[in-house]
């Protein structure tokens, strides 16, 4: 089992920075791959950003060149920094942590861009 606590989510004019963290606990050892989802009202959840254990990144066209995703091994903490935020990034922001057999999900951060 591994547990998911993301923080970091808010309120912030267009334009705008934050930063998400995720600190997982439990059975870390068997992450193989970790990444951030959001989800806006009336949409489906979507993939924004993944790392694997081995560094690569992936990123969604929409957040490319604005975001980065990182992970800080030892602190067991995953983030997501988030530049240049848009109205349109507004969601509820999801860790999510794979060890090939299970998905663990974080309970959402709300990030809030207002224009």
């Known amino acids: 089992q591994v547990q998911l606590v993301e923080s970091g989510g808010g309120l912030v004019q267009a334009g705008g920075s934050l930063r998400l963290s995720c600190a997982a606990s439990g059975s870390i050892f068997s992450i193989n791959a970790m990444g951030w989802y959001r989800q806006a009202p009336g949409k489906q959840r979507e993939l924004v950003a993944a790392i694997t254990s081995g560094g690569s990144t992936n990123y969604a066209d929409s957040v490319k060149g604005r975001f980065t995703i990182s992970r800080d091994g030892p602190k067991n903490t995953l983030y997501l920094q988030m530049h240049s935020l848009k109205p349109e990034d507004t969601a509820v922001y999801y860790c999510?942590?794979?060890?090939?057999?299970?998905?663990?999900w974080g309970q959402g951060t709300q990030v809030t861009v207002s224009s």
């Open positions: 999510n942590a794979g060890d090939g057999m299970y998905d663990y």
